[in-house]
């Protein structure tokens, strides 16, 4: 499977390359804030990406690499993604490699296994942050990932609750 490069261009294609989705799954790539931008997860799956130097809108505050929102009754899956900034160009912004920051509706399920994120060496970047925004509840589970050179590997919210897998 191909890669897609997220400094490499903007595309509004309905399914890039390492992305595969229901059809009210919203998939966005773009130079700035943030590399992959998946909304609306309902038995997605989001493999094998490459994204690099992420952030670099003038004014960003959060930068993410890869960001989701997910949606209730279907489990989606991330994994396989290699994500990485290595020019860290505003000291301002807060780097965030892979985030979970909503879930839409219902208790949302996710397994986020074996992707590989590499900082800046930065202590304000965070590797993996998982959250339910206004959302009922998330369950994930979260394990084989490589972080490396930030912060903090990685952030729990109040609602989400990390599993074992089988």
Known sequence: MENFHANSSRSDRPVLPGIRRDP??????????????????????VEGNYIEDF????????????????????????SGNKVFDFNADSKATRYIYIGVTAVNYGVGELAIVGNSVRGNSRTS??????????????????????????????????????SKGY
């Open 24 to 45: 009210g799954c919203r998939v966005e790539c773009e130079l700035g804030a943030v590399g992959i931008r998946v909304d609306r997860c309902f038995g997605t799956t």
């Open 55 to 78: 952030g670099n809108a003038a004014g960003t505050k959060t930068a993410y690499g890869l960001q989701a929102t997910l949606q209730g009754d279907a489990a989606s899956v991330i």
């Open 125 to 162: 970047d965070t590797g993996l942050s998982y959250s339910v925004g206004n959302g009922q509840g998330m369950t994930l589970i979260s394990e084989a990932n490589v972080v490396l050179d930030v912060g903090t590997p990685r952030t729990v919210g109040q609602g989400v609750t990390i």
